[in-house]
């Protein structure tokens, strides 16, 4: 999540090869995603393309290149730290502000026309593909697909290796389901959309599906496969050495493996091989939204030009959101129990982090952002079940904190102050969840608006854990019970107020999450969803607050039944006191006094009995979670 360093990188000399290559293909402009081939936020470093081109190494944005000019596309969370890390061969597109198009915009409003625009096939989606033709033909400008990515030219031998990381089981006392039982429950929905076959492209949604890890990608316990599942068969494509023995037989003989470089020349044969006619109304293979543009040619080429025939294309695919990604969603009851005893152990953690860290800074040690990141992580590993972080911690001092996905450099970070807020957010992966925390703290002694920003902030982290809303309700509908506070004295926030939480897998998972993105609004929070829970306030220079817990979504227990449709609301997991120095106790309401110290309780009450050997983190529990 958050992106190591600020430092800058000179990328003239990357910029003039890649000219010359674009010349030499003959596009004018080439266009440069943030995602990899399976459309994962986070990538391995042998796909870090846009972080390399650019500079700009955070997990969202998209570079524009033309032969004499070079844009970087990305939205709030990240325009501080643009700023500091891209060079002067850069303009820096804050997407989100007045007048500021998104990249697929600027390609058609913007540019000249006549233009011919490259991309790599293997890193759009499909449907943004469709999009931007349309958009360009007004304009006379083409999109032109080189499956060389011209990026990879220019950094050469440089570039990292693919990753080959062992694969290994994720036993079902964690995962709380067969693989089979998944398999058979997406036939069912193959059945339902009467269609022959489904592709699985995001890399999560692979491990979700056949109960297996890797960690292909930092943080990510993830690891590079696709899969098609069909009436009749399931194919795993991956390269199978990576499989450890106990993987091979837990798949047995229920999944064909096959190379991972042999998807497309699957996907090519696979419409024959299924009897399909390429008809309107025909049956057809479900394709992902988030899909490359390069799956969706495999399965139905697009015809040489549109005038080449008479007759309409074969059509053998439907683009569909991801069924994977839906039932992946819905956590079973085993899940759901492994969120909540893995926060408690974290929990734990967290408190040992930051009772040392008080008392390291009241005694005058110097601790830099860095450091205490390592404390903590040393703490985490100490933990049952603990394979790693969910990952880089953003360990934040002052200035730094207003940086939202700022992360410290081993190198070259701050000193954390006493007299400073601190942020840090951080998470691990455990076997049985996936965790995501983050506190604001102040050490010393706050100043009065940053106390009021605070409590505006808690004020709306409260509306969140509390909302009761009626089945079908969006993270769309409800983002606003989290800024109204501060609103109230002219504050906001630009970034989501929620993201989904994958168990064991990626801390960012879809489709559900809370925030102003539209596409949420498409859907419904559903019991058995997992959510962040994090407003925030930023005050640029100075400091960031942000108080982040990890809820589920579950049934609520209304007076009446309007409608008949049933009510959900949420039940929080992250168990780390919540600093009431910070809190301005007269801007609460009852019920939000009577929260803040319920859930002090539940923190003491569950966390305490792990810290029986830590006398000085015990104490700080005890302190931090005294009633107001």
Request: contains cysteine.
């Amino acid at each position: 999540m958050g992106a190591q360093g600020t430092h800058r990188v000179n990328t003239t000399e990357r910029l003039a090869k890649l000219r010359e290559l674009m010349k030499r293909d003959g596009v004018d402009v080439w266009v440069v995603p943030s995602e990899d081939q399976h459309y994962s936020e986070y990538l391995a470093h042998c796909d870090e393309r846009r972080g390399f081109i650019s500079g700009f190494n955070g997990s969202a944005g998209c570079a524009v290149v033309t032969l004499d000019k070079a844009y970087l596309f990305t939205d709030g969370r990240y325009f501080l730290q643009a700023e500091k890390q891209l060079d002067d061969n850069w303009t820096l597109m804050k997407q989100g502000l007045p007048d500021v198009p998104t990249w697929q915009d600027f390609l058609h409003k913007n540019l000249d026309g006549s233009l011919k625009i490259g991309i790599d096939p293997t890193i759009i989606v499909a449907d943004d593909a469709a999009a931007l033709r349309k958009n360009l033909e007004p304009k006379q400008s083409e999109l032109v697909l080189l499956r060389n990515n011209l990026v990879d030219e220019v950094w050469g031998t440089d570039r990292p290796p693919k990753p080959h990381n062992p694969v290994f089981h994720l036993d079902e006392k964690y995962s709380g389901q067969s693989f089979t039982e998944k398999i058979e429950k997406v036939r069912e929905i193959l059945e339902k959309e009467k269609a022959k076959a489904v592709v699985v492209n995001m890399l999560d949604e692979v491990a979700w599906l056949f109960n297996l890890r890797g960690s292909d990608i930092d943080y990510n316990p993830v690891f590079f496969a696709y899969s098609v599942v069909t009436k009749d068969s399931t194919v795993l494509f991956i390269e199978s050495k990576k499989l450890d023995e106990a993987a091979r037989k837990y798949l047995g003989d229920a999944v064909q493996i096959r190379p991972y470089e042999d998807i497309f020349d699957y996907l090519k044969s696979l419409p024959g091989a299924l009897g399909l006619d390429g008809s309107k109304d025909g049956p057809k293979i479900l394709v992902p939204n988030k899909a490359s543009l390069a799956i969706v040619e495999s399965i139905s080429p697009s015809p040489p030009s549109a005038t080449s025939s008479s007759s309409p294309p074969l059509i053998y695919h439907k683009i569909v959101p991801s069924p994977v990604a839906d039932l992946k969603a819905i956590k079973n009851a085993t899940e759901l129990e492994g969120f909540r005893q893995s926060h408690i152990r974290d929990g734990a953690a967290l408190a040992r982090y930051f009772a040392w860290l008080e008392e390291a800074l009241n005694d005058g040690k110097e601790v830099n952002e860095w450091q205490g990141a390592e404390v903590l992580e040393n703490y985490r590993k100490e933990l049952a079940l603990f394979k790693g972080l969910s990952f880089t911690t953003i360990s934040s001092t002052g200035p730094n904190g207003a940086i939202i996905h700022y992360s410290p450099d081993p190198k070259d970070c701050a000193i954390i102050k006493k007299e400073q807020i601190y942020l840090c957010d951080s998470g691990a992966q455990f076997l049985d969840g996936t965790t995501d925390v983050t506190r604001t703290w102040h050490f010393g002694t706050p100043k009065p608006e940053e106390i009021r920003a605070f409590t505006r902030v808690l004020q709306g982290h409260i509306s969140i854990d509390t909302a009761i809303f009626p089945t079908g309700t969006t993270g769309f509908v409800i983002d606003s019970f989290a800024r109204r506070a501060l609103w109230q004295d002219g504050l906001d926030y630009r970034h989501g107020t929620g993201h989904g939480v994958g168990h064991f897998l990626n801390v960012h998972e879809g489709p559900q999450g809370i925030g102003v993105r539209i596409i949420l609004n498409n859907t419904p929070l559903k019991p058995g969803m997992t959510v962040s829970n994090e407003p925030g306030y930023y005050e640029d220079g100075q400091y960031g607050i942000r108080i982040e817990n990890i809820v589920l979504v579950k049934e609520a227990e209304t007076p009446n039944n309007f409608g008949q449709k049933g009510y959900l609301g949420f039940e929080h997991v992250t168990l780390c006191p919540i600093q009431t120095k910070l809190v301005d106790v007269s801007l609460l309401t009852e019920q939000e006094k009577k929260w803040t110290n319920d859930y002090h309780k539940e923190i003491w009450e569950k966390v305490s009995p792990l810290l029986k050997n830590d006398t000085r983190a015990l104490e700080w529990l005890k302190r931090e979670c005294e009633p107001i």
